[in-house]
T-cell receptor, first 113, second 112 residues
Framework: DAGITQSPRHKVTETGTPVTLRCHQT?????MYWYRQDPGHGLRLIHY???????DKGEVSDGYSVSRSKTEDFLLTLESATSSQTSVYFC????????????FGPGTRLTVT | AQKITQTQPGMFVQEKEAVTLDCTYD???????LFWYKQPSSGEMIFLIY??????QNATEGRYSLNFQKARKSANLVISASQLGDSAMYFC?????????FGTGTSLTVIP
């Protein structure tokens, strides 16, 4: 158990509204990631963080922003949600940099109507 | 860009038999890692096994082994002695630096 929680676990929102998803970890891991999972696409990396206030873009970052003001929290924000952002969002941590295994949170199912 | 291909959308295996799930990858990086994850119907992502690009021996973790053929750029997952609880989606992934790319997954069904 990597001690990762995500909130909310489910959310329904309307097009154009802002949405923030939270990832919380209890073990002070430096590296954190946000993914989205869609049918036919597997998981795709949105953003990642390699420390407090240090973040970078992944494969599908358009329309998303992130913030990390504390080691334990990594926030994903949809500034103005669109229906194409309906997805399951996973947070992950890695115990070290580089291509090492990641451990995932339980996921957040977001529906944008 | 990195690419992962899983060509088997669905697989069936008899309980207690072995099964191989295929994964090929495409990368120009010399240093990378290959991963397999399991996603049961409950939705969580479970890490199974890791292989580094410089590791000469195939990785093994219990009933899971990774058949790594670097020249062919393949990283197949072998599950021995399948169990009913192995029924799930299986994802192959490649990581280079802090970028990770997943395949579209293979659905495995274990038949009693």
């Amino acid at each position: 158990d990597a001690g990762i929680t995500q909130s909310p676990r489910h959310k329904v929102t309307e097009t154009g509204t802002p949405v923030t998803l939270r990832c919380h970890q209890t073990e002070n891991h430096r590296y954190m990631y946000w993914y989205r999972q869609d049918p036919g696409h597997g998981l795709r990396l949105i953003h990642y963080s390699y420390g407090v206030k240090d973040t970078d873009k992944g494969e599908v970052s358009d329309g998303y922003s992130v913030s990390r003001s504390k080691t334990e929290d990594f926030l994903l924000t949809l500034e103005s949600a669109t229906s194409s952002q309906t997805s399951v969002y996973f947070c992950a941590i890695s115990v070290q940099t580089g291509p090492y295994e990641q451990y995932f949170g339980p996921g957040t199912r977001l529906t944008v109507t | 860009a990195q690419k992962i291909t899983q060509t088997q959308p669905g697989m069936f295996v008899q309980e207690k038999e072995a099964v191989t799930l295929d994964c090929t990858y495409d990368t120009s990086d010399q240093s990378y890692g290959l991963f397999w994850y399991k996603q049961p119907s409950s939705g969580e992502m479970i890490f199974l096994i890791y292989q580094g690009s410089y590791d000469e021996q195939n990785a093994t973790e219990g009933r899971y082994s990774l058949n790594f053929q670097k020249a062919r750029k393949s990283a197949n997952l072998v599950i021995s002695a399948s169990q009913l609880g192995d029924s799930a989606m299986y994802f192959c992934a490649i990581g280079t630096g802090n970028q990770f790319y997943f395949g579209t997954g293979t659905s495995l069904t274990v038949i009693p």
